[in-house]
């Protein structure tokens, strides 16, 4: 069964960072690109980035770009994303998934349940 | 980037009725879509990739249609367990795009 477990969310002061974390289970987590989607309280869905299965290229959604880094461990079977120059407006949920098959980049048949970070002084 | 919308917002239905919801696209994503079923507590299902292609376990109730910049999904027969918000994603382009989603409620 997969599992992804997000962890490292919390309350931060605008201007600050924090890594979030996802730890996979269940598949052959070297196979798959990954992505981080993020939901606003009370909100819909937001895409934020994705990696594909070797980390050899990343992607951003323009609202995070420059400011967010998108990485894996595939030894750890882990994903991670960095969260620099935090705003009031990145507070969320954010959730990792996981893409449905090795060539599938963005149909996600997997995701966690979500860990939540507040921006807020 | 390339913009998602959903119709209506809000779908108040009668248990055992059809639903039918909308999503369209600013520009063309071929059959590059997908929709997710999303309940308070659980985490967020896929349901339908290619357009049309049910992901694996989906009830055959839910049904999904189009290409192009037009796109349905229809669920045949609403049972209780359905009743959630619905999303419709683009994944023809980065940056992936998710639709503002329909929230399908009980009448």
């Known amino acids: 069964e997969v599992q992804l477990l997000e962890s490292g969310g919390g309350l931060v002061q605008p201007g600050g960072s924090l890594r979030l974390s996802c730890a996979a289970s269940?598949?052959?987590?070297?196979?798959?690109?990954m992505s981080w989607v993020r939901q606003a309280p009370g909100k819909g869905l937001v895409w934020v980035s994705g990696?594909?299965?070797?980390?050899?290229?990343?992607y951003y959604a323009d609202s995070v770009k420059g400011r967010f880094t998108i990485s894996r461990d595939n030894s750890k079977n882990t994903l991670y994303l960095q969260m620099n120059s935090l705003r009031a407006e990145d507070t969320a949920v954010y959730y990792c998934?996981?893409?449905?098959?090795?060539?599938?980049?963005?149909?996600?048949?997997?995701w966690g349940q979500g860990t939540l970070v507040t921006v807020s002084s | 980037e390339i913009v998602m919308t959903q119709s209506p917002a809000t779908l108040s239905v009668s248990p055992g009725e059809r639903a039918t919801l909308s999503c369209r696209a600013s520009?063309?994503?071929?059959?590059?879509l997908a929709w997710y079923q999303q309940k308070p507590g659980q985490a967020t299902r896929l349901l339908i990739y290619?357009?049309?292609t049910r992901a694996t376990g989906i009830p055959d109730r839910f049904s999904g249609s189009g290409s192009g910049t037009d796109f349905t999904l229809t669920i045949s027969s609403l049972q209780s367990e359905d009743f959630a918000v619905y999303y419709c994603?683009?994944?023809?382009?980065?940056?992936?795009?998710f639709g503002p989603g329909t929230k399908v409620d009980i009448k």
């Open positions: 269940g598949f052959t987590f070297s196979s798959y690109g």
């Open positions: 990696i594909t299965y070797s980390g050899g290229s990343t």
């Open positions: 290619g357009a049309s």
């Open positions: 520009q063309s994503v071929s059959s590059n």
């Open positions: 998934a996981k893409d449905l098959s090795s060539g599938s980049y963005g149909i996600f048949d997997s």
């Open positions: 994603q683009q994944y023809n382009k980065w940056p992936r795009t």
